[in-house]
């Protein structure tokens, strides 16, 4: 039960990432996905991650901002991180910045099930392999 969660919830979040850049292409205008307090996105990946229209790309929810969807936060029994706090995709569906890096899911409770690593390339390209988590037992 554990790993079908750990699938869905990556399943879940590359579908949602093909969707912001398919949605900045389409629309001509900057998505940001970042997991949010208040109107500013933190690094908190294992929380609540939305997906706003950004018109000025300052990945920062502006009152001319709109949100698009809400991700739910991961379980408290697994762990969601990412080096940075935003990936803003820009209208040709690349990434903004350096904002490339790696998703890494784990399933803390049980660290002999391996995690997941989704690599987001500059491009906003993604790719999944398995990787082998720490355990904090």
């Known amino acids: 039960l554990a790993k079908n969660r750990q699938d ?6 590359k579908t ?8 900045a292409v389409s629309y001509n205008q900057a998505m940001t996905l970042c997991p949010m307090k208040g109107a500013q996105c933190t690094n908190s990946w294992h929380d609540k991650i939305y997906l ?3 018109a000025n790309a300052n990945q920062f929810l502006d009152d001319t901002d709109t949100i698009i ?4 936060a991961v379980p408290d029994s697994d762990s969601l991180t990412y080096p940075r706090h935003a990936i803003t995709y820009r209208p ?3 990434i903004a910045g350096f904002q490339s890096g790696s998703f890494i899911y784990c399933l803390k409770e049980y660290p002999e099930i ?8 500059q491009a906003g390209r993604y790719r999944i ?3 082998k988590c720490q355990s904090d037992r």
């Not at 869905?8 to 979040?13: A, H, R, Y």
């Not at 969807?69 to 739910?72: P, T, Y």
């Open 129 to 131: 392999r398995d990787v």
């Open 8 to 13: 869905n919830k990556l399943s879940i979040l």
């Open 52 to 54: 706003f229209t950004d």
């Open 114 to 121: 391996m995690g997941k690593r989704l690599t987001i390339s």
């Open 16 to 23: 949602n990432l093909a969707y912001a850049r398919n949605s």
């Open 69 to 72: 969807f809400m991700i739910e």
């Open 92 to 94: 040709d569906g690349s």
